[in-house]
Each structure stands twice: as structure tokens, then as C-alpha cells.
């Protein structure tokens, strides 16, 4: 069954370093997302991707955040410089189309030192 | 602003048991509802998606409704088993406002317990 994989799927990076989760969403879908879960709080919109570009983008995606999709497979979400209350799992999910089933991935468990 | 609440926030129950597990929101003007599973440190797996212009959906043992005019969605859990035991997360989108702006709202979840 196609799924949604996320590598790295544990991330220790260094306060102020930047750090690229990537994701590769099912090969047919068009809408791309990440959602990020500070432990013990709820899942949390932080943007939305589609035709090659941002559609959408919560107050948590500042400039600090981008995304990208490189090539046809890869899906990545960069932050900058990153800040000890980036410390959060950061699922990537895609959906075929916007008002189906969205499919999240695993997880990438970023921890800020 | 979609807001969603779940309740009980935890449920521990004896293994057979049937359960229901509910779920209110703010905005009821969403065209669809999904329900996830999530295990202790791992990832969302998606368990229904219930259309607004369907009452239920079921697969396997899972059940879910959809009320849209009183803000509700309940997820029946028939003959509960250990394996059973996860967190689960209703999400309904934020209403609608344009392409590209559809996005999950998440409540807490509702952690839940089978016991053997």
C-alpha cells in the first residue's frame, strides 16, 4: 500500500543551526502539507503546498520555515535557524486532491539542543 | 476558527467491550471529517473519512458518524481488543475559504486503553 515516508525519522540539531526534514508523499498525489505535534499538545497546521507552491500557511510557518518541492518526489521543510521551541514531531501528509483522505507519514521527532 | 473538542480525554476499558468515542467542533461548515489513530511516539494513521453527505462510515470495526448541523462526530468501537489501545484524533478542516486553503483541525484525542 503506498504511504508517505519521512527520513530522517530522528533529528538532534544544535540551537541556530538549520535543519531540512524530507518527506516523499504518495507518487499520484497533489497537495502536500506539514503538521507539526509539540509533545503533549495538539497537532498543529503549518502550511500547505500545491502546484509547485505555498497555498496556504499558518502564523507558525514565519520566515524562519520554507518548503520545497525539489524534483518530482521530494517534498522538504527547512528551518533556518533553528530555536529550542522548534522541539516538535513534524508529520509530513499529502491528499490527491484537497476535500479527500489526507495521509500523514510517520514523523520526524526534531530535538533542539 | 475551527475549535474541536474530545471526550473523554481517556477511557480505559475491559477487552469485548463496545465504546464510542466523541467529538464536537466550532464551524459546521465542513464538507468532510477524518479520524486518525495514533500510537505513543509514532505517526497519524488515518482510520475513516466520512463525507458531509453521508451520515456513517464504517470499516471493519469502526464506525464513524457525522452530524453536521449539531457539530458532532462519534467513532464507535465494536468489540474492543488490547491492540486497540492508541490515542485517537478527530479532524474536521477549518471551513473552506478558497483552493488551496484546506487544512485538519485537531482536537487533544482521546486516549484510550483496552484492557485484556
Known amino acids: 500500500e503506498p504511504e508517505v515516508t519521512q527520513t530522517p525519522s530522528h533529528q538532534v540539531t544544535q540551537m541556530g543551526q538549520e535543519v531540512i526534514l524530507r518527506c516523499v508523499p504518495i507518487s499520484n498525489h497533489l497537495y502536500f502539507y506539514w503538521y507539526r505535534q509539540i509533545l503533549g499538545q495538539k497537532v498543529e497546521f503549518l502550511v500547505s503546498?500545491?502546484?509547485?507552491?505555498?497555498?496556504?500557511k499558518s502564523e507558525i510557518f514565519d520566515d524562519q520555515f520554507s518548503v520545497e518541492r525539489p524534483d518530482g518526489s521530494n517534498f522538504t521543510l527547512k528551518i533556518r535557524s533553528t530555536k529550542l521551541e522548534d522541539s516538535a514531531m513534524y508529520f509530513c501528509?499529502?491528499?490527491?486532491?484537497?476535500?479527500?483522505?489526507?495521509?500523514f507519514g510517520q514523523g520526524t521527532r526534531l530535538t533542539v539542543v | 476558527k475551527q475549535e474541536v473538542t474530545q471526550i473523554p480525554a481517556a477511557l480505559s476499558v475491559p477487552e469485548g467491550e463496545n465504546l464510542v468515542l466523541n467529538c464536537s467542533f466550532t464551524?459546521?461548515?465542513?464538507?468532510?471529517l477524518q479520524w486518525f489513530r495514533q500510537d505513543p511516539g509514532k505517526g497519524l494513521t488515518s482510520l475513516l473519512l466520512?463525507?458531509?453527505?453521508?451520515r456513517e462510515q464504517t470499516s471493519g470495526r469502526l464506525n464513524a458518524s457525522l452530524d453536521k448541523s449539531s457539530g458532532r462526530s462519534t467513532l464507535y468501537i465494536a468489540a474492543s481488543q488490547p491492540g486497540d489501545s492508541a490515542t485517537y484524533l478527530c479532524a474536521p478542516p477549518r471551513p473552506y475559504s478558497g483552493a488551496g486553503s484546506y487544512q485538519l483541525t485537531f482536537g487533544k484525542g482521546t486516549k484510550l486503553s483496552v484492557i485484556p
Open positions: 503546498f500545491y502546484n509547485n507552491e505555498i497555498s496556504e
Open positions: 466520512i463525507q458531509s453527505s453521508q
Open positions: 501528509a499529502s491528499s490527491e486532491t484537497e476535500d479527500v483522505e489526507a495521509f
Open positions: 464551524d459546521s461548515a465542513i464538507y468532510n
